[in-house]
């Protein structure tokens, strides 16, 4: 079965080596050692090998320890290495420390098309695609130089670049007595089943495309039985959303998990355990603090699917819903706030107003509340117009905003009358800020026109006792109003109390 160009080896000598080894090579579990070592034989390169180089190859067929054969055993074992080489579905060749062809297999033209000829004394590195610097030629200078195996998928040239074929490639440096080294190459056509490969990864490749331009998150998660999660699979918009990659997720998901915002995190666990055990369509809005530190609102859809043994599998998207929120939110002060001024509207006054009395009431505190109204502002309007008592009105509420605590409430009843209430003040205490910004507002100049404009502010306090009226408090701070009005207007007056104006001494 040798060519005609094999290296002839003494009889008693090949006897003796194939004693040893081919009995190893068969009982081999390893199908390219197996292949390997009676491939070798059946082209009669034992001689070749060396002690060493047998002993390389006898530990990659198995590792077997050697043992001897009796002739018999030995005549069946070299049948059926020349049965094997005879139907190897692919191209078996020897190659020097140069990377040219010495031997091939004599069924090579049968399997590949190529004639014997077309590859003796011809470089291998000539079969790739790319043959001065392509896979075939650096996987062959790298085993000669290493003197390790290489394996992998070589594209070849076997008529024409439409005709370039896909083959799998297993190389096996062999040490020669003389301390040389050959290569075995075997090579099978793996054409079909590499292109429909490539066409898979390429499918695959378009579909993660199209999941990253979605102007979402697309992912898909698993929680064992235990409650660990697990992501299978998670689009390019995480990035967007928190600043971590795909892979990172996909490593390690408690990084995605300990981007969630602490205030959102027990109903994010939440959520997700009820729709594990409901398998109900799980939907939540919760808060992504991003790598930056910035903060983004995110709304959650997944469909959970019970896997066995517990495992329960969603597949979901990920929106981000901070400008949705934004708006939201916009709106909502909108729907609670006046337009011009930006203080709480009527509506919002009265509904937040009681949330405080309610408080007050399980506290029993009174609460200060007070009517306040802009002094001769109709004859403003009059002389220099409405857009003159609008800026009146904007420069009064930013000073009651900087005169005021946050959680004070400021409400415009209409016109040019607001009401206040104060949180967590004493009555006396309620006389000093009431006095402060009566005096702020007084230092108020506006600029109309070349003429400088000023205006004061008249109040009316009343109290608001835990188990008394919202309404009628505000009535009552209003008639207090009323007697400021005619005490002369920049004063205070309680519904106990007399007028205050500022040269009257405050109570202490």
Request: charged share 25%; glycine share 10%; hydrophobic share 40%.
């Amino acid at each position: 079965m040798m060519n005609a160009n094999a290296e002839q080896v003494p009889k008693d000598r090949r006897r003796g080596l194939a004693r040893r080894w081919i009995g190893i090579a068969i009982a081999g579990s390893l199908p390219v050692g197996v292949a390997v070592v009676l491939l070798e034989l059946a082209m009669g390169l034992g001689p070749a090998l060396g002690l060493s180089g047998l002993t390389l190859l006898g530990l990659v067929a198995g590792g077997f320890r050697l043992e001897r054969r009796d002739l018999g055993r030995q005549e069946r074992d070299q049948a059926f290495a020349r049965e094997l080489l005879h139907h190897y579905p692919g191209a078996v060749m020897l190659v020097d420390g140069e990377g040219v062809v010495r031997q091939v297999c004599p069924q090579l033209e049968q399997r590949t098309g190529l004639s014997p000829e077309s590859l003796l004394g011809r470089r291998l590195a000539g079969l790739d695609v790319d043959p001065l610097d392509g896979t075939l030629k650096h996987a062959l200078d790298d085993c000669l130089a290493s003197g390790e195996p290489w394996q992998g998928v070589v594209r070849c040239n076997t008529g024409g670049d439409a005709a370039s074929t896909y083959q799998e490639a297993v190389l096996q440096p062999l040490t020669y007595p003389d301390g040389s080294l050959r290569v075995l190459v075997l090579m099978r056509d793996i054409t079909q089943a590499w292109r429909s490969r490539l066409a898979d990864q390429s499918e695959l490749a378009h579909l993660r495309h199209l999941l990253g331009q979605v102007p979402a998150v697309v992912y898909q998660s698993c929680r064992d039985p235990r409650g660990r999660l697990t992501f299978f699979h998670i689009s390019e918009g995480i990035r967007t959303l928190c600043g971590l990659t795909p892979q990172a997720v996909l490593d390690d998901p408690e990084r995605l998990l300990e981007r969630v915002h602490p205030d959102d995190q027990v109903a994010v666990e939440a959520s997700v355990a009820r729709s594990a055990v409901g398998l109900k369509l799980w939907h939540l809005e919760f808060r992504l603090i991003s790598l930056d530190g910035s903060e983004r609102w995110v709304e959650g859809l997944a469909m959970p699917e019970r896997l066995a043994g517990g495992y329960t599998l969603w597949h979901g998207v990920l929106f981000d819903a901070t400008q949705r929120k934004a708006s939201e939110e916009q709106l909502g002060r909108l729907a609670y706030t006046d337009s011009l001024t930006g203080v709480l509207n009527r509506r919002a006054f009265f509904e937040r107003g009681a949330d405080v009395h309610a408080q007050a009431r399980r506290q029993r505190r009174t609460l200060p509340v007070a009517m306040l109204d802009l002094d001769h502002f109709k004859q403003l309007n009059d002389r220099f117009g409405h857009a003159a008592g609008d800026l009146a009105l904007q420069f009064f509420a930013e000073v009651c905003r900087e005169s005021l605590r946050p959680y004070d409430l400021l409400g415009r009843l209409g016109g040019e009358e607001f009401a206040l209430l104060l949180v967590d003040t004493e009555v006396d205490d309620a006389w000093v800020i009431l006095d402060r910004l009566r005096e702020a507002v007084g230092a108020i100049e506006l600029d109309l026109g070349g003429h400088g404009v000023r205006f004061s502010v008249s109040i009316g306090l009343a109290c608001l006792p835990p188990e008394g009226s919202l309404e009628a408090t505000l009535s009552a701070a209003d008639q207090a109003l009323y007697q400021a009005k005619q005490a002369g207007r920049n004063r205070i007056v309680s519904v106990r109390e007399r007028p205050v104006d500022a040269s009257t001494t405050l109570p202490h």
